[in-house]
């Protein structure tokens, strides 16, 4: 979304050294004072430069909160087929992707991991703020044509059926995603690893054709 040729805030710090402060500080402001709370003055002040450096790189807070989910959430599913459990099976990426809902980080990753609630407060601002509507129905599209090819990859090799629907079922990943998201604002606490990772087995076996076999999901490190 960023109308700039300089490289983009989520690159390496040392080829945007500017970029990466700008990020950092755009990243705890609205994680401190919110979306609507947050001041392109304060984000400035934070990253020790003018106001006008932030406006020759971004239109305003809504590129910035762009940036910082992307960078916050880079490389998600790269991850997720470099997962030592991922056998090639295109539909055990799923499998991975909703064991991983249930992971308990300790409360300094969580202190430093802000792209769930910047996520969040994304979707609070979207109600009132046109800019941010748009840009998250950019990344949830994103999102979706991922899983989506994904899951068509999985039809292809016999582990998906053919007659599920894909957007159905990218749809119900989503939801179950985003729930997640939810719990851990509130805390709620969360099924036993092993009993959640057979429910998504069952889950996943349901959508299976009807002569492919789902094995037991590896254990995790």
């Known amino acids: 979304m960023s109308a700039r040729p300089e490289p983009p805030v989520g690159s390496d710090d040392d080829d945007d050294p500017l970029g990466a ?6 990243t705890a402001e609205f994680a401190e004072r ?3 709370g947050a001041r392109v003055a304060e984000i400035a002040r934070r990253a020790g430069v003018t106001t006008g450096a932030i406006y020759s790189r971004y239109r305003g807070k809504a590129e910035l909160l762009a940036e910082a989910i992307d960078a916050a959430t880079s490389g998600e599913f790269d991850d997720l087929f470099t997962d030592h459990r991922f056998s090639g099976r295109m539909e055990d990426i799923l499998r991975i992707a909703g064991s991983h809902l249930i992971d308990r980080r300790s409360e300094v990753e969580r202190s430093q ?14 109600r009132h703020e046109r800019d941010v509507a748009e840009l998250l129905r950019t990344r949830m599209g994103d999102r979706h044509e991922r899983l989506a090819q994904i899951i068509d990859a999985a039809k292809a090799e016999g582990g998906i059926d053919r007659r599920v629907d894909t957007t159905s079922l990218v749809t119900f990943c989503h939801a179950l995603g985003l729930g997640f998201l939810l719990l851990e604002v ?21 959508t299976g054709a009807a002569d492919a076999t789902v094995p037991e999901m590896p254990a995790a490190p």
């Open 21 to 26: 402060r700008l990020l950092a500080a755009a």
């Open 34 to 36: 919110g979306y609507a």
């Open 113 to 126: 991991a802000h792209g769930p609630g910047l996520l969040l407060e994304s979707f609070t601002a979207a």
């Open 186 to 206: 509130v805390d709620l606490p969360l099924p036993d690893r092993g009993a959640w990772e057979e429910l998504i087995g069952r889950l996943l076996a349901a």
